[in-house]
Structures are given as C-alpha cells and as structure tokens.
C-alpha cells in the first residue's frame, strides 16, 4: 500500500475511518432520541409516550436534572458534540488527527460513565426505566466501542492535529 493511500486509509488500511462514520450515524440517533426527551422536558411535546417502561416516571423524577438543567439537554449536547468532532474527523486534513481522536475516546467513555450512574439510578433508586434512556445508555455504549480504534490514532506517529 502507498504512503498516499495509507493517508486515505484509517489504521491498518481498513478503510476511510469507518469507525468515525460509525460513530456519526450514532451519535445521529442519539441526537433526536435526546431531542425528543428535551423537547418533552421542556413542555413542547405532549405526554412522553412510552411503549416500555415508565418514562413519565423517570423523567419526572428528582435524578431528571442536574440544578436547572435537565439531563435530556446535556444528552443533546454531548451527541451534537460527538456528530461534529467524528464528521470533523472524516475530513481528508483530520483523518489522522490525534486531538480528535482523543475527544472522541475521552467524550465517548465519560458519556458510557454518567450513561451507567443514570442506569444505575434507574434500577436501584427510581425503579422505573424508560425506554429512551435504556436506547441512550446501549448507543453510547456502541459509540464508545466505535471510539476504542482511536486509541491507535493516538500512539501512531502521524497526525499531531
């Protein structure tokens, strides 16, 4: 393989990042699934409809804010963060790009972490899921799967930005 098309290839030469546009298309679904929980929160949809579960309990719930802010809007952000930094990463001058790289690893595991403690609340102090949440916690778990090959990017010798 040439130096030029190792450049157009991710690491190993599987291809252009597959997993940055992995983790796009997630990040994506995470979005609106978020979206739809603020939207909710913020009293511009109707009733939550919840076919599992007990939404409406969950996201009534004390644990459904953090201060003012509702945990549904710090999803949207965090996923319109990881949509932007793996789609800036699909770009020919990023591919490479340690810095990138290193946000999408470290953005996806801190998601994966507060994503468990929101499980964890979930099970053992509302008793009640909603389904919303249990898509959210099992996306970001795939997106930081899809993230764990950026720990290569991170100790390869090129792309320093």
């Not at 009534?60 to 990881?82: K, Q, R």
Request: charged share 10%; net charge neutral; proline share 5%.
């Amino acid at each position: 393989m040439s130096d030029a098309e190792r450049s157009v290839a991710g690491p190993g030469g599987s291809g252009p990042a597959t997993n940055r546009m992995v983790i796009t298309l997630l990040s994506l679904v995470g979005f609106f699934v978020a979206l739809y929980l603020w939207a909710h929160n913020a009293g511009l949809t109707g009733p939550i409809v919840c076919g599992i579960g007990d939404c409406a309990t969950v996201q009534s719930s004390e644990y459904a804010t953090i201060g003012p802010v509702p945990v549904s809007a710090i999803g949207v952000v965090g996923y319109l963060a990881l949509i932007l930094l793996a789609f800036l990463g699909l770009q020919p001058a990023h591919r490479e790009s340690k810095i990138i790289g290193g946000l999408l690893l470290a953005g996806s595991a801190g998601a994966v972490v507060f994503s468990a403690y929101l499980t964890y609340l979930e099970a053992a102090v509302i008793q009640a899921w909603c389904q919303y949440c249990v898509v959210s916690a099992i996306l970001i778990t795939l997106i930081f799967l899809a993230s764990l090959p950026e720990a290569v990017r991170l100790k390869g010798p090129r792309g320093n930005s």
